[in-house]
């Protein structure tokens, strides 16, 4: 899981943060200012250490509250969305840092009261499974799509204005202002150092090598730190020189200056709250369903009941990191799949958790590593981690359009749209017309008129209106 050190910090601090700067006079992303530059690396800096702090915390206490060997770190996925989406490429988005902080925190508070009445599980229960299958997927290829590009990735990808995107992957001095490439396409050293961490990590994990992410990630920041190569993260400029000396002092601790509970609390627009529920939304079907498959994959989920002891409590835990994390500045925190890992090797207790939360605590001293992981070496674990993503895309029942379409939509809509909240808009919209219109007809010709794989359908109109609703409710 230490990769998401430097991949939350890269992605989080593409946002701009609290950074800003005269965009009449710098442009819209304020990228030709060194002010701003400089305190966007404050901004990496304060990431690592929020990333690291809230993944100690939440381990910690999912080991000692809930004795679950599940471990909790801010989400991939839902860490783009907050900053490519919500806040925008250096703040060009509709709302502003502050106030997309203010919507996590009120996500965790609504999880806690979901969790302690029970009815959070419920709620994901209740979303078609097709679609459930169908967010996760598209996530997948929006991250790898963000692996793909420059800002946190290997460059490959670039804008086009005849085609919208294209091949890049050409050195930094052949690309215009708004960073599109103009020659030598496919000649930059970093985008074929970020190929090569790509197949080495596919080799690693293809031989079930043990940190095999961490491992392709190290090898290519490694390559990366020399100076005098064409490929390095310290060129001799202001910001090289500063990012230099910072990764000198290897060991040090960076205190959070910029980021810690700075919330904005304005709740008017409409976009705020298309941001909170899309939160709401992706963190139900990602942690409710990563802590399922792991008590599953551990052995401990009762099949009757289809729960697992202590999931109340991992719940709460859960709800509770989500809100700390808002405080230090970042977005949500989840369970992650990479708690397999542990479970594979014997981890059945919290002692697992514990034992990852103090090594979270470790790395909060070593800023100035995490911090010179360049976006070439971190993009390749978006791309796999994206890949690993799609696996569940087979679950979904395409033999009938009434789920097929719907969760199409949603897989292409949240890469496309780059946005995973107009995603969901689309592939639930989708579906309740489709599957509305077909039970109407359905119950007006009195059962003459349905499509010929109806038999083939999931079932769940039937499962709203038979009965199975209400026996998905909590008990009180």
Known sequence: MS???STNALILTDSGGTCDCDREEFGATCEND???????????????TATCAISCMACILMGVVANLPIALAPGMGLNAYFAYTVVGFHGTGKISYENALA??????????????LGIRQWFARLIPASLKTATGTGIGIYLAFIGLQSS???????????????LGGCPPEFRDENNVCTTHHMEGGPMWLGVLGLMLIGTMLLYRLKGAILIGILFIAIISWPRPTPVTYFPYTQAGDEAFAFFKKVVTFHPIKDTLARFHWDLTTGEFWIALITFLYVDILDCTGTMFSMAKFGGYMDERTQDFEGSSMAFLVD???????????SSPVTAFIESGAGIAEGGRTGITTIVTGIMFFIALFFAPIFASFPPWATGPALIVVGSMMMQGVTQINWRYVGDALP????????????SIGYGLIAGI????????????????SRGRIAPPNFDERDDWIGFVTQGGFKQNIPSW
């Not at 919507?103 to 302690?116: M, Q, R, T, Y």
């Not at 990735?153 to 086009?160: Q, V």
């Open 3 to 5: 990769y998401i050190i």
């Open 34 to 48: 060194p002010a701003y530059t400089t305190c966007l690396q404050r901004m990496k800096l304060d990431m690592i």
């Open 103 to 116: 919507a996590v925190c009120i996500e965790g508070i609504i999880f806690f009261v979901l969790s302690v």
């Open 152 to 166: 946190a990735g290997i460059g490959l990808i670039t804008a086009s204005s005849s085609t919208l995107v294209e």
């Open 319 to 329: 709800s509770v990191s989500i809100t700390i994390g808002s405080v230090f500045g």
């Open 407 to 418: 969760a199409f939509i949603t897989i292409i809509l949240i890469p496309f749209g780059y």
């Open 429 to 444: 919209g989708s579906f309740v017309f489709i599957n509305s219109l077909v039970f109407i007809i359905l119950k007006l």
